[in-house]
């Protein structure tokens, strides 16, 4: 799977935006782009994920480049519950491989 | 909403113990995992299964580790001979397709003393 890029720790105020960059310059055109996070003392918990187009659940926002070489997670409004480790992964569907590698991701703090 | 559920949440065992961790992944799902993370590092993946067989395993994965799905609802990971560097907490995960959500559990701790 190609690799992510990701800072190591971001903060935002609470309930102000939070734009999470990730970038995969290596993308393959079958690559998923993927999005989770963990919160403390918990498993990884699924945020979104999109192909080629911007898309838009109940947790957040996700927009993707035009070159797909670089994503954004948007969270709205954060809140102090959406402290956690976010992780960005490509999931490439035409590989036959069965896993989601994870890196170490972007460690958002909240400031109330 | 339906939910993973791995058993036990933790588990404290002497190093060459045998040690199953069980998992209940979500019904309709058909392909499964095993994470795991050591305090303070990051998830790592260790095998993923499809159809009943292995599809893809990491080299953590070794001969000590074995997985099973022995009814239609159970999906199991077991370590034969524990080691003091498998404490861990242990994260199962179901997904409905091969490139869909994941789903996780709450995880289960394995302290090897």
């Known amino acids: 799977d190609a690799k992510t890029t990701q800072p190591n720790s971001m903060e935002s105020n609470e309930e102000e935006p939070v734009h999470l960059p990730c970038n995969h310059s290596t993308i393959s055109g079958t690559d998923y782009i993927h999005w989770y996070r963990q919160l403390p003392s918990q498993g990884p918990e699924y945020v979104i994920h999109?192909?080629?187009s911007n898309v838009n659940n109940r947790m957040a926002s996700l927009a993707i480049a035009e070159d797909r070489k670089s994503s954004t997670l948007i969270l709205h409004r954060a809140t102090l519950r959406d402290a956690a480790v976010y992780y960005c992964?490509?999931?490439?569907?035409?590989?036959?491989?069965?896993?989601?590698?994870f890196g170490t991701g972007t460690r958002l703090k909240v400031l109330a | 909403e339906p939910e993973v559920t791995q058993t036990p949440s933790h588990q404290v065992t002497q190093m060459g113990q045998e040690v199953i961790l069980r998992c209940v992944p979500i019904?309709?799902?058909?392909?499964f995992y095993w994470y795991r993370q050591i305090l303070g590092q990051k998830v790592e993946f260790l095998v993923s299964f499809y159809n009943n067989e292995i599809s893809e395993k990491s080299e953590i994965f070794d001969d000590q580790f074995s997985v099973e799905r022995p009814d239609g609802s159970n999906f199991t990971l077991k370590i034969r001979s524990t080691k003091l560097e498998d404490s861990a907490m242990y994260f199962c995960?179901?997904?409905?397709?091969?490139?869909?959500?994941?789903?996780f559990g709450e995880g289960s701790r394995l302290t090897v003393l």
């Open positions: 992964i490509l999931r490439d569907f035409s590989s036959g491989t069965y896993k989601y590698i």
């Open positions: 019904s309709n799902h058909l392909y």
């Open positions: 995960a179901s997904s409905e397709t091969n490139t869909g959500e994941l789903f």
């Open positions: 999109g192909l080629t």
